[in-house]
């Protein structure tokens, strides 16, 4: 199997601690970051915009995606062009739609060829990233992101499916890049690499597993059944 020098799947972290960033930041394996509201407040974030220009601070080349989080597209767009203006290496996250299933193409056709870097996001179709690619066409740098894991939730395998993403991205935007997002396990790095996906996006506990890869499986298996021997004397279970 492939080892983790040998991937040119880029990877990229995903979250909103701090301490996590700055951590990945120093790991030459890692080459950006993404977060979005729900990571945010998940990590305890009160303040966006602060925590944004934090973390800007420390992070001032890797390529980083902060979410628009209004739903009306007049809103995103002053949003977006805010987002932007934090710094060189920033990337803006617009949905693929709104909430009400109103689609966001002609704000990413706008901003992309304002010269905003784009990461249009939560899309599961080969429709949506066509035509995501179609209003990028032209534009900025941009990605964007398909829910890998999320289609993996529906007993769907991701993967031929992002197989035809990356077929319509050389057909209509080449530029662009596809992001393989919300993997599952840490075996989708190596799906993503297999099929030529350009990014990976990994939470820590995700990427904490990296030091597995190549493991021999019967020391594995052995450590196991000690972990699972040492956790019933540990909590002195008697029969």
């Known amino acids: 199997m492939k080892q983790i020098s040998e991937l040119t799947v880029k990877l990229f972290g995903d979250g909103a601690d701090k ?78 739609t709104n909430t009400r299933g109103v689609d966001s193409y002609g704000l990413i056709r706008a901003l992309s060829h304002d010269g905003v870097k784009l990461n249009v996001t939560a899309m599961m ?17 941009a990605c964007v992101s398909v829910f890998a894991g999320r289609i993996a939730d529906t007993g769907r395998d991701p993967v031929p499916c992002m197989m035809l993403a990356l077929a319509v991205i050389a057909q209509v935007s080449p530029g662009t890049e596809l992001i393989w997002a919300s993997p599952r396990e840490l075996l989708n790095v190596f799906q993503a690499d297999d099929i030529g996906c350009h990014i990976i996006t990994a939470t820590p506990d995700i990427l904490k597993k990296l030091s597995l890869v190549g493991k021999d499986l019967s020391d594995y298996s052995l450590e196991t059944v000690q972990m699972f021997y040492n956790d019933a004397k540990a909590s002195g279970y008697r029969l």
């Open 125 to 141: 179709t080969t429709e949506q990233v066509r035509d995501a690619c179609l209003a990028l066409k032209g534009g900025a740098p």
């Open 19 to 96: 301490a996590d960033i700055l951590r990945l930041a120093q790991n030459p394996l890692i080459k950006g970051f993404t977060t979005n509201p729900t990571l945010m407040r998940k990590a305890g974030v009160t303040d966006y915009e602060a925590f944004a220009k934090d973390i800007l601070s420390e992070v001032r080349t890797l390529p980083i995606s902060f979410e628009v989080f209004a739903d009306d597209f007049e809103t995103m767009r002053t949003q977006a062009l805010k987002i932007a203006g934090w710094g060189d290496n920033v990337y803006v996250k617009i949905p693929v």
